[in-house]
């Protein structure tokens, strides 16, 4: 979809990648320089990458320019030196963006000092967070604040949350109301601290005060914690990310400013057979006493490769196993026909959407971080409100986003079942 971008006074930069060095900030590069490529002109993308070394941005921008055949990277795209243990440089990074991308995480350890950078000098936020102490926590001390200066801080704008949370937006949108890899070593850290601090998410959100959300026809029955799906014709357990969390924000946004219904949600995921079964049940079982002690977090951390049984490791995956990866999100929702009374019994209404995309953990995750700032910059009018800290569905839901990821390759379909 074309773009037209327009600059805020005395910022020279729509976009600042900050953490472009690190493994997923080198993919948001090379994204954004494609994006910036689509519309040359007087219109331009104006972009720029942060980090801590003025030597590794370089590198990174010389690499970018020679896979994408842009020999421009490496002269024409600033640098900023901006690091997360000084304020003044994060101060001085965000007042020369409209938009900053964060990718320096886990989030949990560096993702707070960026946030307040950017509310207090009038930059947006975006980051690809999936961790929900952490997104929760930033609605809970930023949301006011962010909402006086009129800045927008939209987390887990990536594989977690942007086709889950968007994907029931989807599902609710194309039919009746209904009720109803390899990975890099930042992203198993995030797993580790977060399980081992399970208990302070839960008083975190009792900071809140909220009221449940209302129920409205048949009150969905829980799963247990491992059952055979027939839908997946596979054994399945809950999904421990931060999708249900994110999922949950919209919907309460939606019923709260929109009085719209909200959505009974639970999110699993497929292992395979009972080997695969035995296998994660072992893992698991280690894996859940060694978060609970300081000795067993710093070895789960200092060897992700062999605790995690190869599915994360500190040098990322391959390009040949991003190139040959790709997922699929399956949405199933049961509701009622028109001018049914959902208080007369069982929805009898069945929907099925389905989210297709490429490699999740870099390759849709980066084109779906870049697809929402692009949103943000063109229509920000569509946003709620005039800033504030919110969830991708609650932020991006009057707007083309989905569209735009529909021309990047993440597909979204419905059907019937």
Known sequence: MAALFHLSAGRPYHIIVFGASGFTGQFVVEEVARCAAECPGSSSLKWAVAGRSRRRLEEVLKQAAGRLSMPELRTDIEIIVADV??????AIMCQQGVVILNCVGPYRFYGEPVVKACVENGA?????CGEPQFLEQMQLEYHSKALARGVYVIGSCGFDSIPADLG???????SHPLQGSSGHDATWQSAVYGFADSRSLCQLRKKFGHKPLPVVGAKVKKRGFLFFSKELQQYVIPFMGSDPSVVRRTQRFLYEEEQQ????????VGVGGLFSVFKLFCGGLLFWF??????????????PSFFSFGMFSKAGPTM??????CFSLTF????YSEGRDPSQGRPDARICTQVLGAEPGYVATVSA?????????????????RGGVYSPGSAFYKTSLIDRLHSHGIMFSVRNY
């Open 290 to 303: 060694m978060v609970k002690f300081s000795l067993g977090r710093r070895l789960l951390t200092m060897f």
């Open 168 to 174: 029931i937006l989807y599902t609710q949108s194309s």
């Open 332 to 335: 199933y929702g049961e509701g």
């Open 320 to 325: 040949k196993q991003i190139e040959d990866t």
């Open 124 to 128: 947006h936020y975006i980051d690809i």
């Open 261 to 268: 219904s909200p959505v009974q949600y639970s999110a699993y």
């Open 369 to 385: 971080m870049v697809q929402a700032a692009v949103t943000l910059l063109n229509e920000l009018h569509s946003l709620p409100r």
């Open 85 to 90: 243990s000084i304020e003044e440089s994060l």
